[in-house]
């Protein structure tokens, strides 16, 4: 049996992240697709810029997910946990969030949010994971962990 390994993004990651969160849009957010293609570059300079606070799951040598996290109005926020979908269910998105939550912690905070879409069919494993849902505005869970 092979078991993931987690470790920080290298800069050599980066295409591999880039393909997972085209995955990811095509999956969980197929409508804001065209504008996320449109901005690919961009995309790839807000990983490459947060890459010091990415953690990766790695398979067989194939990177399978994702997480990362970065100040938003001076606050923690995760923008993306994501693992490819032949992939989940093995602990590895909660290893990757226990990473990312343990990077913001070391950084010196105690609470972060994330948004994930409203649509995420990974709501309750976020819920469980103890996040609190302060608002749904239709497009977005805004939601709030305390980290201690």
Not at 27 to 46: D, F, T, Y
Not at 82 to 106: F, Q, T
């Amino acid at each position: 049996m092979t078991f993931p390994i987690y470790r920080r993004a290298s800069e050599a990651d980066l295409p591999a992240v880039v393909r997972l969160e085209e995955h990811y849009m095509r999956e969980l957010e197929p409508k804001n697709l065209a504008q996320w293609c449109a901005s690919e570059a961009a995309v790839h300079g807000l990983l490459a810029s947060n890459q010091v606070r990415m953690f990766v799951s790695q398979l067989g040598g194939e990177i399978v997910g994702y997480g990362y996290w970065g100040l938003k109005k001076e606050t923690p926020h995760i923008y993306n946990l994501y693992v490819y979908p032949d992939y989940r269910r093995y602990g590895i998105a909660k290893d990757l969030l226990e990473r990312v939550e343990a990077d913001i912690v070391k950084a010196g905070f105690s609470r972060c949010t994330y948004c994930p879409v409203s649509t995420h069919p990974a709501r309750t494993f976020i819920e469980q994971a103890g996040f609190e849902l302060m608002r749904d505005d239709g497009e977005r869970l805004h939601m709030v962990r305390e980290l201690g």
